[in-house]
């Protein structure tokens, strides 16, 4: 996908999110919403990195940072259908890689520890304040919840929720 099909896919999939469907009302509400900047910027400043257009990946970074109230590294890789539902305080490490699907609250710290990062599958939805700390694997079909703190892998369709996070199984929900 180029950036931009990467970007329509992120307003359609926050407006899913957010209003229940990707009507064209609903794609303008969602243009105006929260995060939606942050993630347009996100995706300019991944295309440039991916470019080698270091100079302007580094503005787009600081752009984010200043209007979009968030620090996502340059090299940070996400698929289609990445969502920030509200951009305040998110923090992601460079070296994070998720797949698609992927929808995050405010607050949220995904980050390196001892050169080691986070990698998400698709489907994960990670809820306000929450930390995905280390060299851990997200599975696909995952909900960590809300100021839960991840330190320990967390298999498909799971939930982990807690401090640190426990793994609760989708049967025990």
């Not at 996100?42 to 257009?53: G, V």
């Not at 305080?89 to 607050?107: F, M, P």
Request: aromatic content about 6%.
């Amino acid at each position: 996908m180029n950036v931009w099909q990467l970007i329509v896919s992120d307003i359609k999939a926050k407006a899913e999110w957010i209003y229940g469907s990707s009507s064209r009302n609903n794609i303008l509400k969602a243009l105006f919403t929260d995060g939606t900047f942050a993630m347009v910027v996100y995706r300019l400043m991944q295309a440039s990195h991916r470019l080698h257009l270091t100079p302007l990946a580094m503005i787009f970074n600081k752009i984010n940072v200043v209007f979009g109230r968030c620090i996502i590294g340059r090299g940070a890789s996400f698929g289609p259908r990445f969502v920030l539902i509200h951009s305040y305080g998110v923090v992601i490490n460079s070296a994070v890689s998720g797949g698609s699907d992927i929808k995050i609250e405010h607050l949220v710290t995904i980050g390196a520890e001892k050169d080691k990062s986070p990698v998400l599958g698709n489907n994960v939805f990670i809820g306000a304040g929450a930390k995905i700390i280390g060299g851990v694997k997200i599975g696909s079909n995952v909900r960590i919840g809300a100021n839960a703190v991840v330190v320990e892998d967390v298999p498909d369709g799971s939930t982990a929720v807690g401090v640190p996070a426990k793994i609760i199984e989708k049967e025990k929900l």
